[in-house]
């Protein structure tokens, strides 16, 4: 059914689906063995890496290569290996939804364990291809206090404001996690200091007038550090 959240296919060295679990045919909404597996995917916006794997993967190959992606608005993990299945060669994926190990469950905001896979691969990216990226940090001053006077459902619902305050003012290639507690990250790929301190300026001014962190008599304020 839909709460599975493994879902998995066979296809053969030229992208045929020949197989499909219940689970990944429920997902895509038919029965699509036959079909290229790149055409019955790409509405779902996984990230297809079938072409360089025929030649990555070699039957019997104790390998596997995985990758991320989005499936069905769900993050997902994708693995593929090859498999060897009366002398023929077939690549067997599976896609594991990892949502909910990766996103802050009030927020909906990514968590601390994604910025640090996410930070490995873009330091790894930087090196290579000697990329610039930026990180911001952001904090609520007073927060602890504003917590003790209007409690935590006000509390919460200024940080879930916040999330989307910020997730309106960044770019789709930008990523925003919850650090812990009051305490943000913003991910900038591709982004010198100039320009990250102009986005960090049009977060704060933006966020504050969005959760009218200034409203009502509370000293709260937005800071923003790169």
Not at 19 to 48: H, I, P, T
Not at 94 to 123: A, Q, V
Not at 181 to 188: C, H, I, P, Q, S
Not at 194 to 213: N, P, Q, W
Request: proline residues 1%; charged residues 35%.
């Amino acid at each position: 059914g839909s709460e599975m959240c493994i879902r998995d296919s066979i296809v053969d060295t030229d992208l045929n689906i020949l197989y499909m679990n219940a689970a990944l045919k429920e997902e895509v909404g038919r029965n699509a063995v036959g079909e290229k597996c790149f055409e019955v995917y790409k509405d779902k916006k996984v990230q297809c890496a079938h072409c360089p794997l025929k030649n990555k993967l070699a039957p019997g190959e104790n390998k596997v290569i995985e990758s991320e992606g989005v499936f069905g608005g769900k993050t997902v993990k994708i693995m593929h290996k090859a498999i060897e299945l009366h002398g023929k060669k077939y690549i067997l994926e599976i896609f594991e939804d990892i949502t909910k190990s990766i996103t802050d469950e009030l927020t909906g905001s990514f968590n601390r364990r994604k910025l640090k896979d996410d930070l490995k691969e873009e330091l790894e990216r930087a090196e290579r291809y000697n990329n610039n990226f930026s990180v911001l940090m952001i904090d609520i001053d007073w927060f602890k206090e504003y917590n003790d006077f209007y409690g935590h459902q006000k509390g919460d619902k200024l940080l879930i404001d916040l999330v989307k305050a910020i997730s309106q003012n960044i770019r789709s290639s930008d990523k925003l996690y919850r650090y812990g507690g009051e305490e943000f990250v913003v991910l900038l790929p591709e982004t010198y200091e100039e320009e990250a301190k102009e986005v960090a300026e049009k977060i704060r001014v933006k966020a504050v007038s969005y959760t009218h962190l200034r409203a009502h008599e509370t000293v709260l304020d937005l800071v923003c550090r790169l």
